[in-house]
């Protein structure tokens, strides 16, 4: 790779209680799109606010553009562009004040703020108090002032939490618009896994301040044992699967909603020794689900949780 | 508009700020409605000559069979009328005596039992009870409470003399009439203080916490943008405010009350904006560091409750003990109600305030500087 926008070298950080990141490395190349996706309390907004320059590691070194923050915070505010998780801007000030504030401290013009306000689709509201915008709208004004500066690197933290399906897709086709057109690197946390298969080309799964797994979505998924994931429940379902050493050798059982889920390698081969599995231990079949893999399902196989929980 | 102006940092934050203040209506009602609303009331209820009422329970003696009237009797046959209204709490005997200069005092007295009028005077409807043992007259009154005191000294005139004249006629009260020594005259000022004062704590502390609360203060140090004019706009913003509704409450108790300013009126500007300097100060040092804004309150109400109390808003504080005198001369508020008050009613200059002047402008760089050391943007 040539050299990375952004790398971070082992990285720590602890807060009273909790160590939030326990040793992260990464590096961004130049123009990728990356997903950092995982749980809440992950310490995903840790890492993006370490890569911001607005917390500082305890251990560790971040590079942006090869520079520590450290003696060029001026130089590289001027290149990054961000959203920080639930921001609340000034309640009785306009769409249009609010980004010409904003665009003032890049000495950005009036220009930049009409461009920008197109961009992000809030024509109709630019002469509307932020007070009164709704979700999806306050996100959008969010995103477009962190597009004021054309910045090389966009750090967006969760930028879609908490909207609805259609406010959700809004920002996603401003951000992919954004990657057909310009050289812009982007970061984004979310817990959404279609956020990251949507809009990322590269994805860093991280739960409990670690990575647990990163590479190109393909990577990812057909790196597995497996292709596909089976969930099911039984008629009878006991409080624990009785083990085996042989296939399947990793159900993993969840108490709570009474469902069994596995990664299944060859279906044609392996299927039949699941069924012979529930045969030999007595177990009736309920229902049963078989299906592409996806993203949660790998986080779930690798932590037991889902990503959203 | 000046494109480079139009595009400055300062300028955007001044302005952003300034109609983020005005777009709030509450803003302007209790920045300049209310104080106006204040010292009109407050200043109609001290300059106005009052009747006063003072009400007063009598024990009823036990009839012993001895047909002697007490001297609480005489006094309520000869000289009062009689109320014909009778529910538990009303008065039965009322006594006015007019005065022309303070204004008349109207006795009202109830005749009761001593289980009720204890009854009465903890429920505040009686400051005195009247008892008559033995030909001998007692007045039973806490000694505190100076309003009382006054009943009892204007009551025992009247049972001593069986007589009591107007205030005139006994000697030679002359009002104090003249501007600068009114009441009136000593509560602008006050007014004025207290606004400053309370306009920077909430304003700019406030301010400054609630953003940080709301995570905007971590956004906005995220861009290019200068810290110093961030803070600075919000004090520029404070200070304009502070100035038309303080000079909106002078004109209005010129046309009212017809207070005028007596002394320096460069000096008077000097102190002005030296005692906002002082409390933006305050106001930054004590909001640098918690996003909380419970906490805040708390914060702002201790800096600001105890000089409310005692640098003599309202007013003065010669009453506190003597010991106490010379610590609250040296609390903020009261360096500034002290100078404004001699520019004011004691055609004071430069020459008496410069060390007030002096003092508010040190502490203010002080509190400015410590609190820019420990703020906290994130």
Redesign the interface.
């Known amino acids: 790779m040539e050299q990375p926008v952004i790398e971070v070298r082992n990285v720590h950080k602890s807060f009273k209680l909790v160590q939030a990141v326990k040793g992260i490395s990464l590096k961004i190349a130049a123009g990728s799109f990356v997903a950092i996706l995982g749980p809440n309390g992950a310490g995903k907004t840790t890492l993006v606010e370490m890569i911001e320059g607005i917390q500082k590691p305890d251990q560790g070194e971040i590079l942006i553009l090869g520079k520590t923050w450290k003696n060029n915070e001026d130089e590289l505010r001027q290149v990054i562009g961000l959203s920080l998780q639930e921001t609340r801007f000034i309640d009785k000030l306009r769409v249009s004040e609010t980004m010409s504030l904003f665009a003032s401290f890049f000495k950005l013009g009036k220009d930049r703020v009409d461009e920008v306000i197109s961009l992000v689709g809030l024509e109709d509201k630019r002469k509307a108090f932020v007070v009164n915008l709704s979700g999806g709208q306050r996100q959008r004004l969010a995103l477009g002032i962190a597009l004021l500066n054309k910045p090389k690197i966009l750090l967006l933290d969760e930028p879609t939490t908490g909207l609805d399906p259609n406010a959700r897709r809004e920002i996603w086709d401003i951000l992919n618009k954004l990657k057909q057109q310009s050289g812009t690197s982007m970061i984004l946390t979310t817990h959404y896994m279609e956020e990251a298969e949507r809009l990322c080309d590269y994805i860093i799964i991280i739960d409990k301040g670690e990575i647990l797994k990163e590479g190109t979505l393909d990577q990812m998924l057909n790196d597995e044992q497996g292709e596909k994931f089976v969930e099911f429940s039984l008629k009878n379902p006991p409080g624990q699967l009785p083990t085996t050493h042989e296939f399947p050798s990793k159900i993993s059982w969840n108490v709570e909603d009474s469902k069994g889920r596995f990664i299944l390698g060859k279906v044609d081969s392996q299927l039949p020794l699941f069924f012979d599995y529930l045969k030999n231990n007595n177990l009736q079949l309920n229902d049963m689900e078989c299906r592409r893999l996806t993203l949660d399902d790998l986080f779930t196989s690798l932590t037991g949780r889902h990503l959203d929980e | 508009m000046n ?1 480079y102006f ?4 300062l ?3 001044i ?2 700020h300034f ?2 203040l005005i ?2 209506p509450g803003v302007l009602f209790w920045g300049i409605v209310f104080p106006i609303l204040m010292s009109l009331g407050l200043g109609v209820a001290f300059t106005q000559k009052t009747d006063v009422v003072r009400k007063v329970a009598i024990i009823e003696t036990n009839d012993d069979g001895s047909n002697s009237l007490t001297k609480s009797d005489s006094l309520l046959n000869f000289r009062a009328q009689e109320i014909s209204d009778l529910s538990t709490d009303s008065f039965n005997y009322s006594i006015t005596i007019p005065d022309e200069q303070l204004g008349n005092t109207t006795f009202l007295f109830r005749k009761t039992n001593w289980q009720h009028a204890m009854l009465m005077l903890k429920r505040g409807k009686i400051n005195l009870i009247l008892n008559e043992k033995d030909g001998k007259t007692e007045y039973h009154f806490d000694p505190l409470n100076p309003d009382a005191q006054l009943s009892y000294i204007k009551l025992s005139a009247l049972f001593g003399k069986n007589d009591i004249k107007p205030v005139t006629e006994v000697g030679s009260i002359k009002p104090l009439t003249l501007t600068g020594t009114r009441y009136i005259d000593f509560l602008i000022p006050g007014l004025i203080v207290m606004n400053v004062m309370m306009s920077c704590m909430w304003g700019i502390s406030y301010g400054i916490i609630d953003r940080r609360s ?3 203060l ?3 140090v ?4 200068k810290k110093s004019y961030f803070l600075l706009s919000l004090i520029t913003v404070r200070f304009a405010m502070n100035f038309v509704e303080s000079g909106l409450l002078v004109l209005f108790a010129w046309f009212a009350f017809n207070i005028s300013i007596q002394g320096n009126y460069a000096a008077l500007l000097a102190i002005f904006m030296a005692g906002n300097f002082a409390f933006a100060g305050i106001a930054i040092f004590i909001s640098s560091y918690t996003a909380n804004t419970e906490v805040g309150n708390g914060l702002i109400n201790a800096v600001v409750m105890p000089m409310m109390v005692l640098s003599g808003v309202f007013f003065s504080y010669h009453n506190f003990p003597d010991w106490s005198i010379p610590v609250i001369q040296k609390l903020p508020l009261t360096m500034l109600a002290d100078g404004i008050r001699s520019i004011f009613n004691e055609g004071a200059g430069f020459g008496e305030i410069y060390l007030p002047f002096g003092i508010l402008t040190l502490s203010g760089i002080v509190f400015f500087s410590l609190g820019l050391k420990i703020f906290r943007w ?1």
Request: glycine share 0%; aromatic share 4%; proline share 4%.
């Open positions: 494109k139009a595009n400055s940092q300028f955007q934050l302005n952003a109609k983020e777009r709030e709301k995570k905007l971590r956004r906005m995220a861009t290019p943008m994130h």
